[in-house]
């Protein structure tokens, strides 16, 4: 009949069906590309690996054989390249600008093009600052003044301050500080004597609100937390010095500029800096109270050397403790199976 001999609709199958593979439940799926690509793969790293692990067989036999050899020959190397390594290329860096901000970064672009010729700007005074100060005490008074002039007269005549200072002033040769010796005309520490015999008398002269040239006082850069008398108004120049004298201050300052001249100004910045520390540890053993801070463009490289150069006898003393924990933890009693040799040599290495 013709429903016999037509078929289904439901045994029809389309081209792309036919096409399609069959998979019966159970069989996996082998993806071919993939497995040809990981053959390549695998046959790549076991080619990479034979002269790796033939290198590393010979090495194990030949320290097996020669064992003293071998562990005198590992240290005489790593000894040889950390020679060779600090006597070539080996730099300490002590910048701050470098170890400690991101590079590059868009800060450090910045400051190098200010600093550039490019952008206009002057290249800025290296600045030097002295605090004194009695660790929170008041400091007003002719003791104090006192030792303000003993600072500057230290920093004008620390060797090389004149030919430094000449960038700035070829006749006076004198370098911008700033400190209540301005008060008295040129820091003149004699003129200050024969005017200023009782403490009431130095505080009304460093109360003024104008240097002896006339150019106003901005407390704040020559004393640390002055105290004026409140109840009085102190934005008007012309007040009687009665008005606006000080209370107490807890500490001086003493600001130098030095011309940006590199050569020049760091000799001079060292010695000056080992002169003024000698005079701290001299006030500090006079029991008076008398501190001194110092921070200068250099300083924190000074620092962070001095830092460094006193940290590496801590060096010897770690590869020695380190050397006797490997030699007792791997050492036997037994001239083949001890490694105290292999753990010292390890030390040497990581050193």
């Not at 998979?23 to 790549?44: I, L, M």
């Not at 201050?249 to 060292?270: G, M, T």
Request: hydrophobic share 40%; net charge negative.
């Amino acid at each position: 009949s013709s429903q016999q001999t037509q078929p289904s609709s439901n045994s029809k199958m389309t081209r792309e069906e036919e096409e399609q593979p069959s998979f019966t439940a159970g069989t996996p799926v082998v993806d071919v590309e993939s497995t040809k690509q990981f053959k390549r793969w695998n046959d790549f790293t076991e080619f990479l690996k034979r002269p790796l692990l033939r290198g590393l067989v010979f090495v194990a036999k030949t320290s097996a054989t020669y064992p003293l050899y071998t562990i005198i020959s590992c240290i005489s190397f790593s000894l040889f390249i950390s020679v060779v390594g600090m006597a070539t290329n080996y730099e300490l860096e002590t910048d701050g600008n470098v170890l400690w901000t991101p590079v590059p970064s868009l800060p450090v672009k910045h400051g190098d093009w200010v600093a550039s010729e490019e952008s206009g700007f002057p290249t800025p005074p290296r600045p030097v600052q002295v605090i004194l100060h009695r660790s929170g005490n008041d400091v007003l008074g002719m003791a104090g003044a006192n030792r303000v002039f003993d600072i500057v007269d230290l920093i004008r005549t620390t060797d090389g301050y004149g030919d430094l200072c000449a960038l700035y002033d070829d006749v006076s040769k004198e370098c911008p500080i700033v400190s209540v010796t301005r008060f008295w005309p040129g820091h003149n520490r004699t003129l200050f004597r024969e005017e200023v015999k009782t403490d009431e008398e130095a505080i009304y002269a460093m109360s003024n609100l104008t240097f002896a040239n006339g150019e106003p006082v901005s407390r704040p850069t020559i004393f640390g937390f002055p105290v004026p008398n409140l109840s009085k108004n102190l934005t008007n120049a012309k007040l009687p010095i009665e008005d606006v004298l000080l209370e107490s201050a807890q500490s001086y300052f003493v600001q130098l500029e030095l011309p940006p001249n590199p050569l020049l100004a760091e000799p001079y910045e060292l010695d000056l800096t080992n002169n003024l520390f000698d005079l701290k540890d001299k006030w500090e053993r006079d029991g008076t109270g008398w501190v001194i801070e110092l921070n200068t463009q250099r300083s924190f490289d000074d620092e962070l050397t001095r830092g460094i150069s006193e940290d590496i006898p801590l060096m010897v003393v770690a590869f020695i403790l380190m050397g006797t924990f490997c030699a007792v933890t791997l050492g036997k009693c037994h001239k083949v199976k001890s490694q105290a040799l292999l753990g010292v040599g390890a030390v040497v290495t990581i050193i």
